[in-house]
């Protein structure tokens, strides 16, 4: 149960009651006497229920302009946040804080869109807005515990006390016996020892536990506008600045206990003076709370639980607080201290100074008025031609006239009928009606924002300009995007930070949830405090076909700066991703990877100077190749030429060498020719003159030497100017040459 409240010395239970009944009066007349009636015609009015100003014999048809303003107008509003998932962006605190916000701008968006049914937690948060000047949502933290039986049987004593150990675990009946399999397979005492401690009996256990598991979430609601008070003086937009803030809501004395509270079955409460307020009835037709009062089920009685949130100074330091206060009529259950105030509103056209602006509802039940008359009055007027009253005289048979019968008979008490029955003059007015129901749709249409040609519901369109009718849409369009705006700026930006800061501090665990295909750990506990946010409603506006034009006009624009620094791979992947959801996709991974990382390969240059240059460089390179073949060419032709040279020099070397060996075989002929003369010359001496044989062997001697003088030892050749070879040298040892020509 909760715990009990805590007074200052000097304030005491009943003082703060006093607070709060003055408090809820002041509130609660504001609410009767300026916010409910406007509220109860608007509804009334977009049910297209009776107006009270019916006439017996006439009719009673009844113009739809709210039902067809606020659902016209609703889809327009819904599409530019529900058209995609992120429906706020948080802004990084600085540059290392780019993957944090990131972070919690996707689980934010998840917690909106998944875990609350984004979809129809913004649909009824719109048409309150639309219909009741504003609409309201609760959020909150939730703990909620499931509660299951589970049972196991043959648990040793380690298994049950882990068993015991876990969280939420809580035994309903156990029951424990020998364990005799564990008994078999223990190892038997040594009989040689017995002095041996006899083991103790290992014990089985089968139990019945209760597991109770708790899980805490953040949780929106929509709030009926009946059932929420604010002080009259209120006069931002901004419900954070109320002094006083209640919201009232029916809870059976069964559902006040599961939260936590100690309450009697007989206490009292307020639900008698609720049910008087004729707007909640209205609400849910002939349903009355209060039918419930004397049930003999006492848990099930209904009572009206109040949670107000007010500045009130609870420890006289002389600051107001701001309390969060729980009671049932006047019985307080709980106070503290609170952290903010919960709720976040939205409106639809504001009024400066003024927390209660003007709805659409409102501005259109006028119109509805006249239609409603005029449609009357053209109805009553087709009647009464289709059947006309008569004069009749004293000569005609009533009975006849009032039964009226198709193709009856009318019997007169005369010759002749004419003049004895007359039809009433009666002029009609469709053609005069008909300019002034037109001229009244008109003017919805222009206090509204949405027009005929939006919803494609204009017959005479076709009659108009192009251009005309696109001027028309373009101002409708700018009419919702307006409210749009005001819708995000006023509340849905303060529902985000709120959730935000609530689930950071009530978080106790990381939570895990599915980003972009993958899943992906977050811990709330580790979060940067937010303040500053954008909310994307400009990235929805305008129809898919115009969101798609402008994510490629995007992405051209980024493919001429991505060589700047000014685009990298991660805003090229967001601009495929916004085109992807556009296009009705809400999953952009099907179709594109998301980078790792921003970084861009080296930047491309443009595609014309990249055709320019390697057309360039192909010349470059062509002038070189006929370089290079030329080049090769002249070197073939020299390598030829001198391919030929040295061949006629070799031809003209071997010629040589054969002329110099026929040159030195003849001279070595002509030597020994010149020395077998001279020794046939010394032998005839010798015959002759038979000198003395020393003298002989001196003559030979000494020719011998002038012999070996005569003897060649090397040839010099002789070349022309051109280097052809014309004969040569013979040198002989004693240093005599002699020349050799070569024919």
């Excluded at 298994?159 to 876990?166: D, K, P, R, S």
């Excluded at 004293?394 to 009032?402: A, G, I």
């Excluded at 400009?538 to 991505?562: N, P, S």
Aim: charge should be negative; glycine fraction near 6%; include cysteine.
């Amino acid at each position: 149960m909760k715990d009990q409240v805590n007074y200052s010395e000097d304030k005491s239970q009943d003082d703060i009651t006093s607070y709060l009944r003055t408090s809820e009066d002041d509130a609660r007349q504001f609410q009767q006497q300026e916010l409910q009636p406007d509220r109860e015609r608007n509804l009334s009015y977009l049910l297209g229920r009776s107006t009270g100003t019916e006439e017996e014999g006439r009719s009673q048809v009844i113009s739809t302009d709210v039902w067809d303003a606020l659902n016209g107008m609703l889809p327009q509003l819904l599409k530019p946040f529900t058209s995609t998932d992120d429906y706020v962006v948080f802004q990084p605190t600085d540059e290392t804080d780019v993957e944090g916000a990131e972070q919690e701008t996707e689980y934010l968006n998840f917690i909106v869109s998944q875990k609350n049914n984004g979809y129809m937690l913004f649909y009824n948060w719109f048409m309150d807005s639309l219909l009741n000047k504003y609409g309201i949502v609760e959020y909150l933290w939730e703990e909620n515990s499931k509660t299951s039986q589970e049972k196991y049987s043959g648990l040793t004593d380690e298994e049950l006390a882990m068993l015991v150990q876990g969280e939420g675990i809580e035994i309903e009946e156990q029951t424990s016996y020998p364990d005799e399999f564990t008994m078999k397979t223990q190892q038997q005492p040594d009989p040689a020892n017995p002095q041996q401690m006899p083991q103790e009996t290992p014990m089985a256990h089968d139990v019945t536990v209760r597991v109770k598991k708790s899980k805490g979430e953040a949780k929106i609601y929509n709030i009926p506008p009946e059932e929420f008070l604010f002080n009259s003086d209120l006069s931002t937009q901004n419900i954070k600045d109320a002094t006083f803030v209640q919201r009232e809501v029916y809870k059976s004395i069964s559902d006040i206990r599961l939260m936590g509270y100690d309450i009697p079955d007989d206490i009292s409460d307020d639900a008698e003076d609720f049910t008087t307020y004729s707007e909640r009835t209205n609400r849910h037709d002939s349903y009355k709370p209060s039918q419930n009062k004397d049930t003999d089920d006492s848990a099930g009685r209904l009572v009206l639980f109040k949670t107000s949130h007010c500045l009130y100074d609870l420890n006289g330091d002389g600051i107001a607080e701001l309390l969060r206060i729980v009671r049932v009529g006047d019985n307080i259950l709980e106070i503290e201290e609170a952290e903010e105030i919960p709720y976040s509103v939205i409106h639809c056209h504001c009024l400066p100074h003024k927390f209660a602006g003007v709805s659409s509802a409102d501005v259109v039940a006028p119109i509805q008025d006249l239609k409603t008359t005029l449609w009357r009055q053209a109805l009553d007027n087709v009647y009464s031609i289709n059947s006309n009253r008569v004069f009749v005289s004293n000569k005609v048979d009533l009975d006849d006239m009032l039964s009226n019968p198709l193709g009856g008979i009318v019997r007169v008490d005369s010759e002749t009928a004419h003049g004895h029955v007359m039809p009433a003059p009666i002029t009609p007015i469709i053609g005069v009606l008909q300019p002034m129901i037109e001229y009244a749709d008109t003017v919805k249409e222009n206090r509204t924002g949405f027009t005929r040609y939006s919803s494609g519901m204009d017959a005479n369109s076709l009659n108009k300009t192009a251009t005309g009718v696109a001027k028309i849409m373009e101002a409708a369009a700018q009419r919702m995007e307006l409210m749009a705006r005001t819708f995000a700026e006023t509340g849905i930006k303060d529902l985000m930070l709120g959730l935000h800061g609530l689930i950071k501090r009530n978080a106790v665990k990381e939570d895990v949830f599915r980003l972009r295909n993958k899943w992906v750990n977050v811990d709330p506990r580790q979060w940067s405090t937010r303040t500053d946010m954008t909310v994307s409603v400009g990235l929805g506006t305008g129809d898919r076909q115009q969101q798609i034009q402008q994510m490629q006009m995007i992405g051209m624009a980024q493919e001429k700066v991505v060589g700047l620094g000014l685009a990298d791979k991660k805003t090229m992947y967001n601009v495929l991703r916004r085109g992807v959801e556009a296009m009705g996709y809400k999953d952009a991974s099907q179709f594109f990877i998301e980078p790792e990382d921003g970084k861009m390969p080296p930047p491309q240059p443009d595609p014309k100077t990249v055709l320019a240059k390697e057309e360039l460089e192909l010349k470059k390179i062509g002038a070189q190749q006929d370089m290079e073949l030329d080049k090769q060419k002249l070197q073939h032709q020299i390598q030829m030429e001198n391919a030929k040279v040295q061949a006629a020099i070799r031809t003209e070397e071997a010629k040589t060498a054969v002329q110099l060996e026929k040159l030195k075989i003849d001279s070595d002929v002509q030597m020994k020719k010149e020395e077998y003369k001279r020794g046939t010359e010394l032998a005839k001496i010798d015959a002759v003159d038979n000198p003395p044989h020393s003298a002989v062997i001196g003559a030979i001697s000494q020719l011998a030497q002038q012999v070996a003088g005569m003897k060649p030892v090397g040839l010099k050749q002789i070349k022309d100017e051109s280097g052809r070879l014309i004969g040569a040298i013979r040198v002989a040892a004693d240093g005599t040459e002699t020349e050799i020509t070569i024919d």
